[in-house]
């Protein structure tokens, strides 16, 4: 839907940053706490205010995440290593 109506090219990586947010409201006490207790419209207004504070701080800290990949070559290689099979298993399986 968001291609279509903003003509991107979203990807699914795209699509598990957006989800990542999701869970971020998931795992947030007070939110879960104010939507169980208002109507979707009443949590709009605290909702409207968290989601930019929510999609900065995912993206702090995913840039903390890839910042220590690049800088730190122990935690890139155990971060490779822990990847590699199932890296390696999904490229075969996806193999054309």
């Not at 979707?40 to 910042?67: C, G, I, P």
């Not at 690049?70 to 935690?75: K, P, T, V, Y």
């Not at 290593?81 to 999904?90: I, P």
């Amino acid at each position: 839907m968001l291609n279509e109506r903003f003509g991107l090219n979203l990807t699914e990586a795209d699509k598990l940053s957006l989800q990542q947010i999701e869970e971020d409201f998931a795992r947030d006490k007070d939110m879960v706490l104010k939507a169980k207790v208002n109507s979707v419209s009443d949590f709009k207004y605290v909702y409207d205010k968290a989601f930019e504070d929510k999609a900065v701080d995912r993206m702090s800290s995913n840039q903390k995440l890839f910042t220590k990949i690049l800088d730190d070559e122990e935690f890139r290689t155990v971060v490779m290593g822990e990847m590699l099979e199932r890296v390696y298993d999904r490229l075969r399986e996806e193999a054309v």
